[in-house]
């Protein structure tokens, strides 16, 4: 089952979201039970499996995190739990990041704190830029496995940022309780 074919729409890394609800909205109306309570058992089964598509498939495409994901591996980019790996050379640029972190779990310091915040938010900011061009000529008619590595690259960039700013907040919590 493609998610885009289920809502009548493209494949796109940037999707059209208020189309994307339109049609989820347009569909959770007529899945609706109450619409099917006259039918026989088998149908309002059907109809019930399909709602739970109906969300399933809203709550991959809703999200540009996820719609990412679904459509890397779509198209049989990602490879399984494990097997994606960082780019050792970015790996090599968050190593200093990483260190002032660890610093901060034995030396707190909000202004060291606020400036690792900053950095990551604007390294995650450039690498948007960097991968917005390629996102917006991504065309499923004409698969481009560059294109795809590419963006598969900055998906799993992204997600090592946001678990460097998960880190981060945890310790602007830590500093707000003491």
Not at 106 to 118: K, N, V
Not at 135 to 162: A, M, N, T
Request: aromatic share 12%; proline share 3%.
């Amino acid at each position: 089952m493609n998610y885009f074919e289920w809502f009548g729409l493209p494949v796109a890394f940037l999707c059209d979201e208020a189309e994307l609800r339109r049609r989820y909205y347009q569909k959770s109306k007529a899945l609706h039970p109450d619409f099917h309570t006259l039918a026989d058992e088998a149908t309002q089964r059907d109809v019930l499996a399909q709602a739970s598509i109906n969300n399933d498939a809203y709550r991959a495409l809703n999200d540009a995190d996820r719609r990412m994901y679904y459509i890397l591996n779509l198209y049989g980019t990602m490879g399984e739990e494990g097997q994606n790996h960082v780019p050792g050379e970015f790996l090599m640029e968050m190593m200093e990041i990483n260190e002032s972190i660890m610093e901060l779990e034995f030396s707190p310091d909000a202004a060291t704190l606020e400036h690792l915040r900053e950095t990551v938010e604007n390294l995650a900011d450039a690498l948007y830029q960097e991968i917005l061009p390629t996102l917006k000529d991504f065309d499923p008619q004409s698969i481009d496995l560059g294109q795809l590595k590419k963006i598969k690259e900055y998906y799993l960039k992204k997600r090592y940022l946001l678990r460097i700013q998960e880190n981060l907040s945890k310790f602007a919590h830590r500093q707000d309780n003491t």
